[in-house]
Nanobody, 125 residues
Framework: QVQLVDSGGGLVQAGGSLSLSCAAS????????MGWFRQAPGKEREFVAAITWSGGSTIYADSVKGRFTISRDNAKNTAYLQMNSLKPEDTAVYYCAAGRSIGPLFRMVGAYEYWGQGAQVTVSS
């Protein structure tokens, strides 16, 4: 079956960096667009970043633009999220997601078919 395994979360001070990985199995990874979302306590899951199946295009939420970088390695079936200049408001559980027929709906939770289990990111002030 399809599995997405998120890893790399942790605790970091404000201004620090963390890198998340999403290892996929059970699907043809290069056929899927990949996204990262996050959910803070008491809040809805929100879009962070997405990358097309080829890696040729990326989009970001305004709140992370210039600080986060999404990438993928189709040979390794893995997507990444490099997070720099972290802020306390970035604290959340981060989820990777895979979707095949997303169209223009990269920012929509419902556009993705498969989800990772989540990785906790905590940024202290």
């Amino acid at each position: 079956q399809v599995q997405l395994v998120d890893s790399g979360g942790g605790l970091v001070q404000a201004g620090g960096s963390l890198s998340l990985s999403c290892a996929a199995s059970g699907l043809t990874f290069s056929n899927y667009h990949m996204g990262w979302f996050r959910q803070a306590p008491g809040k809805e899951r929100e879009f962070v970043a997405a990358i097309t199946w080829s890696g040729g295009s990326t989009i970001y939420a305004d709140s992370v633009k210039g600080r986060f970088t999404i990438s993928r390695d189709n040979a390794k079936n893995t997507a990444y999220l490099q997070m720099n200049s972290l802020k306390p408001e970035d604290t959340a559980v981060y989820y990777c997601a895979a979707g095949r027929s997303i169209g223009p709906l990269f920012r929509m939770v419902g556009a993705y078919e498969y989800w990772g289990q989540g990785a906790q990111v905590t940024v202290s002030s």
